[in-house]
C-alpha cells in the first residue's frame, strides 16, 4: 500500500515560482516512478511529467517543458516539481502519482493558483 502526500500548493503571481513535494508513505521499501498530473477547472486530468526510480529518464508535457523541473530524493522517498514562470493556464489541482505495478496511487492534490 502506497499513501502519498503533496505539499507546496498555494497563490502565486503570473511569473512567479514554486516548488511543489510529494512524500510517499514507504521509507524502507522498493523505488517506482513517479510523476505530476494536474487538472484544471473544467478539464480533464492531464500529464505534466514523470520521472523513474533512478532519477532517470525524465518526461515531460509540452506545454510546461522548460519551466518545469521534475527530480526526486529517494533516501527521503519523495518527488519534486519545481514550477517557473508560471502562468494562468497552470492554475490547477496538482496530483502526485507513483505507479507500483499494475497498480496507480494518487495523492489528495494540492492547489496552484497563479493570478496577475
Known amino acids: 500500500q502506497v499513501q502519498l502526500v503533496e505539499s507546496g500548493g498555494g497563490l502565486v503571481q503570473v511569473g512567479g515560482s514554486l516548488r511543489l513535494s510529494c512524500t510517499g508513505s514507504?521509507?524502507?521499501?522498493?523505488?517506482?516512478?513517479m510523476g505530476w498530473f494536474r487538472q484544471a477547472p473544467g478539464k480533464e486530468r492531464e500529464f505534466v511529467a514523470t520521472?523513474?526510480?533512478?532519477?532517470?529518464?525524465?518526461y515531460y508535457a509540452d506545454s510546461v517543458r522548460g519551466r518545469f523541473t521534475i527530480s526526486r530524493e529517494n533516501a527521503k522517498n519523495t518527488v519534486y516539481l519545481q514550477i517557473d514562470n508560471l502562468k494562468p493556464e497552470d492554475t490547477a489541482v496538482y496530483y502526485c502519482n507513483a505507479r507500483v505495478g499494475a497498480m496507480d496511487y494518487w495523492g489528495k492534490g494540492t492547489l496552484v493558483t497563479v493570478s496577475s
Open positions: 514507504e521509507h524502507t521499501g522498493s523505488s517506482y516512478p
Open positions: 520521472i523513474s526510480w533512478s532519477g532517470g529518464p525524465t
